[in-house]
């Protein structure tokens, strides 16, 4: 008698419900979650010494599409911003709800909200979806960037709702690649300008041929201001013009 073939976990329906568990101890449906992440447009976040800094790849594919109106950091509040890979329409939910949150703290207390408490009622509700039947994970990873009393702090979410605090780090397709260069160019003491030319170089080596002026979306926050600000088109196109020329030499 010949050995029946094992069936993988799929076969075995164990990723039809969130609710389940396989055999080994893993939610499928989340696994799947994490991989529509990697497949979400590139974004980078970083702590500079004078503030903090989102960088991310608009995916524009249709030159028929007008790339400013593709927008792919979000304004959370004053001192706040988050970026998204995956799919942004669960990002937007959460977003809303973000800004919701942060307006309602501004009222009621007559201060700003803290990054923290932020990220912690976003990966409550990405963390319930992980354990209800009928609902699906969130398929994005967000990179929430804030300034409080204490300085600076920058924090990436997963489908599963973990979230760690980083100094620098890379979500989306070039996840791997991007992270591979913060590793050996990152450092502490960088400014927001040098984080700029830092982000817009590991975005350039991450997307190759398909890497355009248009793609790149970029906002910084200052320490002192703490004013969400947009980098205009120009500044981006000064500092692709400076790596390319050094790139040159």
Do not use: W
Not at 78 to 89: P, R
Not at 187 to 197: H, I, T
């Amino acid at each position: 008698m010949q050995p029946q073939p094992q069936m993988n976990h799929q076969m075995m329906g164990y990723d039809r419900a969130i609710t389940m568990f396989s055999p080994d101890g893993r939610l499928l449906q989340v696994e799947y979650a994490k991989k529509t992440v990697k497949q979400g447009s590139t974004a980078i976040g970083m702590v500079c010494t004078d503030g903090l800094l989102l960088v991310t790849d608009k995916r524009i594919v249709d030159p028929l599409v007008v790339a400013e109106s593709v927008q792919k950091i979000f304004q959370i509040d004053e001192h706040m911003a988050a970026t998204a890979a995956g799919i942004l329409s669960d990002a937007r939910v959460l977003i809303e709800r973000a800004q919701l949150k942060a307006q309602q703290y501004r009222v009621t207390f007559d201060s700003p909200i803290d990054t923290l408490s932020i990220v912690k009622d976003i990966c409550d509700l990405k963390q319930i979806t992980t354990q209800s039947g009928g609902l699906r994970p969130f398929g994005v990873s967000l990179l929430v960037a804030g300034i409080d009393i204490d300085g600076p702090h920058l924090y990436e979410t997963d489908p599963t709702g973990i979230f760690f605090e980083y100094r620098a780090t890379v979500i989306g397709e070039g996840e791997q690649e991007g992270e591979e260069i913060l590793h050996k160019e990152y450092k502490d003491s960088l400014n927001l300008e040098d984080g700029m030319k830092l982000a817009v170089k590991t975005l350039q080596l991450v997307l190759k041929e398909n890497f355009s002026i248009d793609r790149v979306d970029c906002v910084f926050i200052r320490k002192q201001k703490k004013e969400f600000t947009r980098a205009p088109k120009q500044k981006i196109s000064q500092i692709y013009a400076e790596l390319t020329g050094k790139t040159k030499k």
